[in-house]
Structures are given as structure tokens and as C-alpha cells.
């Protein structure tokens, strides 16, 4: 139910951000919460505790502290159909469209190369309708 909670308020409060909306003060406040918690401490020597749900928790919080305040700007959503991701964008010009070039940037250039063929197919059919008529269709 915890992790949950944090995964929840993160999300929205990404999702607030990718879609240039101020961010939830109770979002925040979650978030907030789990980073206040102890995380897991660097040791030295003999074989660490496992760390604990609530310590790996609060390590998570704290990543994403970090990403909404110092990388904001940078957080979009992914411009691929059917993709609900939210991504980093870390291109030098900050003009990234997609999640994934391999998946979504490709699904997006294949469907418009389709479309230029469909639209270029169409306009020689239209085109041999007009010569072997001398008509407009």
C-alpha cells in the first residue's frame, strides 16, 4: 500500500509537470514524507543488512526529489500514439518527441512514410483517371 502511495504521487506529479501544470502540494507532501525516512546506509566490511522496504522506499523518494526539482524543465511526455510514458530529456537541443526513438520515434516516422505513399498512390491514380479520360474525375 506504501509503495503504492509514492508510486502515485510521483506519477501525477510528473505527469503535472509534463503537461506544463503547477504541482499537487498533497502530491508533494507524499513524496516529501518517504524522503524524510532513514535510507540505506553505506557499510564497510561484513555483509550488509538487507536494506528495508521502507528504507528502499525513501531512496526512491529522493530520486525523484531530485528530478522534479532540479530536472523539471527537462520531464516530457512522450508524443508517440498509445505511449503513456514520461521521459528525461537529455538531447542537447531539449527537442526530444519521444520516449524511445527505437519504438515510438519509429512506429511515428513509419505510419507518415504510409501516409506519403497512400496520398502519392492516390494522386497517379487521380492523374490516369484525367489522361485516359482527358476529363477531371
Not at 9 to 26: K, M, N, W
Not at 88 to 93: M, V
Request: glycine share 6%; charged share 30%; aromatic share 2%.
Amino acid at each position: 500500500r506504501t509503495a503504492k502511495q509514492l508510486r502515485d504521487a510521483i506519477a501525477r506529479l510528473v505527469t503535472d509537470l509534463s503537461q506544463g501544470r503547477p504541482q499537487r502540494r498533497e502530491q508533494q507532501a507524499v513524496v516529501n514524507r518517504f524522503a524524510a525516512r532513514p535510507d540505506v546506509a553505506p557499510q564497510l566490511g561484513a555483509e550488509p543488512a538487507p536494506p528495508t522496504i521502507d528504507q528502499l522506499l525513501a531512496g526512491l523518494a529522493r530520486e525523484a526529489v531530485h528530478m522534479l526539482r532540479d530536472h523539471a524543465d527537462r520531464l516530457r511526455e512522450c508524443g508517440g500514439d498509445n505511449c503513456a510514458l514520461v521521459y528525461l530529456d537529455t538531447s542537447r537541443s531539449a527537442n526530444r518527441r519521444w520516449c524511445s526513438m527505437s519504438r515510438c520515434g519509429n512506429r511515428h516516422k513509419v505510419r507518415e512514410q504510409r501516409a506519403r505513399q497512400a496520398a502519392r498512390a492516390a494522386r497517379e491514380r487521380q492523374s490516369e483517371k484525367t489522361d485516359s479520360t482527358g476529363d477531371p474525375a
